[in-house]
């Protein structure tokens, strides 16, 4: 992708920021989509070093707005499609805005890339929590789909979206669907950044929700780098392709592991708000990395311990951003 104009929907969040970083020591020509607001933030933009930022063509916008993201779409090459509303606690209370954003704004990305004359490859990035608790493992992208919170379904209905602009528009997509991600710049909305940073608060015990449920664990710069690899990949046009590690982990044995990494021992504790309704809950997601491989060879470099190391280390110097006491949907 070097020289080549790249545009990143939800390049100011968690996942999006790793993923302009990697294509910009990549030799892509980013421009970096964030969300518009009054006070010109740019999220986790912001974290990125200097001289990286200033290679990015920082851009504001709304991925609900057709007509901007015709205007963002024009001119550029390839596009990677990471904007959403992502919590899912959140989308049990608002469910009509993960509609309007996830499906709807994936529809408006969509129809731009058809009108580009320029595209050579769109990258929709999808998520595990589509294939609900897994029915059998490890988890295939033929494994069902399974709408267990009103966030998985709206993702569902983009995925859908986005493999029906294939097979009827001959669309050069590629749905990458990556497992859990962690690391630096991951607010405490996710389970890792929750447990590390009441660890380094100094917090008498830990405060979760379900402890058994597994998640395939995989480090963010491993996660760019294989939407990167898909993105340069012609064969895996029209399918969808799993980024995940291959191994699981239980919330519990996480939380144990952090506990040793930051050196505090404390008890857990089980809290009510902090739990999905019962049939909502993802029990279990391990992910089937065969096909990524072999369209690609990535595999993961970053090990578990040592990605929850650089991320306690991460969360660590910037705790101030944390507020462990609070749950975070």
């Avoid at 469910?95 to 704004?105: E, M, R």
């Avoid at 590690?245 to 144990?256: F, K, L, N, P, Y």
Wanted: charged content about 20%.
């Amino acid at each position: 992708m070097r020289g080549k104009k790249t545009l990143v929907t939800g390049a100011d969040g968690f996942i999006g920021s790793h993923l302009v970083e990697g294509l910009v020591a990549a030799g892509a020509d980013v421009r970096a989509l964030v969300y518009y607001n009054s006070w010109n933030a740019q999220g986790w933009l912001a974290d990125l070093p200097g001289a990286i930022r200033a290679e990015i063509e920082i851009v504001q916008g709304d991925v609900r707005d057709p007509a901007r993201m015709r205007a963002l779409v024009a001119g550029c090459d390839y596009v990677f499609h990471l904007a959403s509303l992502i919590a899912i606690p959140y989308s049990y209370e608002a469910p009509d805005s993960y509609v309007a954003t996830n499906i709807g704004g994936t529809l408006n990305i969509l129809q731009a890339c058809r009108d580009s004359d320029r595209l050579v490859r769109l990258v929709h990035v999808s998520t595990s929590e589509v294939y609900g608790t897994a029915q059998q493992v490890p988890i295939a992208e033929a494994h069902p789909l399974v709408g267990q919170s009103p966030y998985s379904a709206s993702k569902i209905g983009a995925d859908k979206m986005a493999e029906s602009f294939h097979l009827s528009f001959g669309l050069p997509v590629v749905t990458a669907r990556p497992f859990n991600t962690f690391g630096p710049r991951q607010t405490a909305r996710a389970v890792i950044p929750t447990i590390a940073a009441q660890l380094l608060a100094g917090t008498p015990e830990l405060t979760l929700g379900a402890l058994t449920p597994t998640r395939d664990f995989n480090f963010a710069t491993d996660t760019a780098a294989g939407m990167i690899a898909l993105g340069g990949c012609g064969a895996a046009e029209g399918q969808v392709v799993n980024i995940g590690s291959g191994e699981e982990w239980s919330i519990e044995q996480t939380a144990r592991m952090l506990m040793e990494i930051i050196g505090r021992q404390v008890p857990i504790a089980c809290a009510e708000e902090r739990l999905r309704p019962e049939k909502s809950e993802v029990n279990r997601l391990l992910a089937d990395t065969t096909r990524i491989a072999a369209l690609t060879g990535w595999r993961r470099a970053v090990p578990f311990r040592e990605g929850l190391e650089r991320t306690a280390e991460w969360i660590g110097r910037n705790i101030r951003l944390f507020e462990p006491e609070r749950y975070q949907r």
